[in-house]
């Protein structure tokens, strides 16, 4: 059964640094394209990084230069290394293929930026 499961979100304050990770499950994750996305309150999900199964990457404006986006097929983890944090990056962080499965949807990790 496919699965992804997030963690490394926390509290941390403008300017500081965050390294979320996303353990992958029941797909070889090798042949599929993979994004970070976020959820902020009130807000509908948007995807803020990409990157595919060649490791070419793409970022939303508001994030690029601060995110970085990368994988690890053997051990089937993608991370986002995310420095320069804003309170605007204040979501919850899923990953997921993309396009996404929309029925595998983990329960994200927190992020919460204080100014």
């Known amino acids: 059964q496919v699965q992804f499961v997030e963690s490394g979100g926390g509290l941390v304050q403008a300017g500081g640094s965050l390294r979320l990770s996303c353990a992958a499950s029941?797909?070889?994750?090798?042949?599929?394209?993979f994004g970070w996305y976020r959820q902020a309150p009130g807000k509908q999900r948007e995807l803020v990084a990409r990157?595919?199964?060649?490791?070419?990457?793409n970022y939303q404006d508001s994030v690029k230069g601060r995110f970085s986006i990368a994988r690890d097929n053997a051990k089937k983890v993608v991370t986002l290394q995310m420095n320069s944090l804003e309170p605007e990056d204040t979501a919850v962080y899923y990953c997921n293929t993309d396009p996404a499965f929309n029925n595998y949807w983990g329960r994200g990790t927190q992020v919460t930026v204080t100014s």
């Open positions: 990157i595919n199964f060649g490791d070419g990457t």
């Open positions: 029941g797909i070889p994750i090798s042949i599929y394209a």
